[in-house]
């Protein structure tokens, strides 16, 4: 379910509309409704179109919602891109619901929502995951959420995973309330490759074969390279976005920008964007 954890938020949307029907003729639904974890808001139509457009959604992809609520975010990545898209919702009455709500937009043939729990149900095939749901639960998916195939997109509508730094955000209008204009902010992440650990290098300046240690902090780390009889060189804030690479670092008086590729236990990548200066290592 769509929840929110910030109280004066949730107050400040409760004002006035808390008594409105969300649902429809065979379910009541109305703002902040007990669910499993905390309350229920929904997500407004502007709000999950902005998500999806952030998240870059295209032919292809496959778009989960975790805590799918009435099934927005879903049943607009299927109007607006064709795309497939699943919804995970806790609550067997906003599964029924959302299985409505895409009949009535005619997209219940690229549309799935399964009752379930999102501890529990395996999205890992999503290349597109969206949240609407509070900053602990956020975390509590972390782990698993860096464990998903590199490049997945990953957008929160206000809330976000502590210490995973956002690779963007974007600040949105959503509604006036009885308080004022309410803006909302949606986070993006790009799952990395995982690197972290010691790899084995040809084709680094002026070195036969080297080892690069990777000390990886999220879709940033830092690197040792180390070469036998000749020391070693220190460099800091390398960048991963999904399987894309890049560092910097300078040798022999020369300053060297590698950018490449992470294929499993794989880099390849050239020096400078020159093309006779190719580099390639393997994981140990």
Same mark, same amino acid.
């Given at each position: =379910?769509?929840? &929110?954890?910030? @109280? ?6 409760? +004002?006035?509309?808390?008594?409105? #029907? %969300?649902?429809?003729?065979? $379910?009541? /639904? ?20 902005? =998500? ?20 927005? @975010? ?19 009455? /906003? ?5 409505? #709500?895409?009949?009535?937009? #005619? ?5 799935? *929502?399964?009752?379930?729990?999102? *501890? ?9 995951? +969206?949240? *609407? &749901?509070?900053?602990?639960?956020? /975390?509590?998916? =972390?782990? +698993? ?33 009885? !308080?004022?204009?309410?803006?909302? +902010?949606? %986070? ?9 650990? !010691? ?21 940033? *780390?830092?690197?040792?390279? #180390? ?5 070693? /060189?220190? $460099? ?8 894309? !690479? ?9 300053? %060297?920008? $590698? ?18 200066? =190719? ?6």
């Amino acid at each position: =379910m769509r929840f &929110l954890a910030i @109280i004066a938020f949730t107050i400040s949307l409760l +004002t006035g509309c808390a008594l409105h #029907n %969300y649902g429809d003729d065979q $379910f009541q /639904l109305t703002m902040a409704a007990h669910g499993k974890d905390i309350m229920w808001v929904p997500t407004k139509v502007d709000t999950a179109t902005q =998500m999806l457009a952030l998240a870059q959604v295209k032919s292809g992809d496959t778009v989960y919602d975790l805590g799918s609520g009435d099934g927005v @975010i879903p049943i607009q990545a299927a109007k607006r891109y064709g795309v497939r898209a699943i919804g995970i919702e806790y609550n067997p009455d /906003l599964v029924a619901l959302s299985k409505r #709500n895409a009949i009535r937009e #005619n997209v219940q043939n690229l549309v799935t *929502f399964k009752q379930g729990d999102i *501890f529990v149900e395996d999205f890992s095939s999503a290349t597109v995951l +969206t949240l *609407f &749901l509070g900053e602990s639960l956020n /975390l509590k998916l =972390m782990p +698993t959420i860096l464990k998903m195939k590199p490049g997945t997109r990953v957008v929160s509508n206000t809330f976000r995973m502590e210490s995973w730094i956002p690779d963007q955000e974007v600040s949105v209008r959503s509604s006036e309330t009885t !308080i004022g204009t309410l803006n909302e +902010t949606i %986070y993006l992440w790009i799952v990395p490759a995982s690197i972290d650990g !010691i790899w084995e290098f040809t084709g680094l300046p002026s070195l036969d074969k080297s080892t690069i240690r990777f000390v990886q902090k999220k879709q940033f *780390f830092d690197g040792t390279i #180390n070469s036998l009889g000749k020391g070693s /060189l220190a $460099f800091e804030d390398g960048r991963i976005r999904g399987d894309a !690479i890049q560092f910097d670092f300078e040798g022999n008086g020369k300053k %060297y920008s $590698f950018r490449g590729q992470i294929s499993g236990t794989q880099i390849r990548g050239l020096l400078n964007e020159d093309p006779k200066l =190719m580099v390639a290592g393997k994981r140990l």
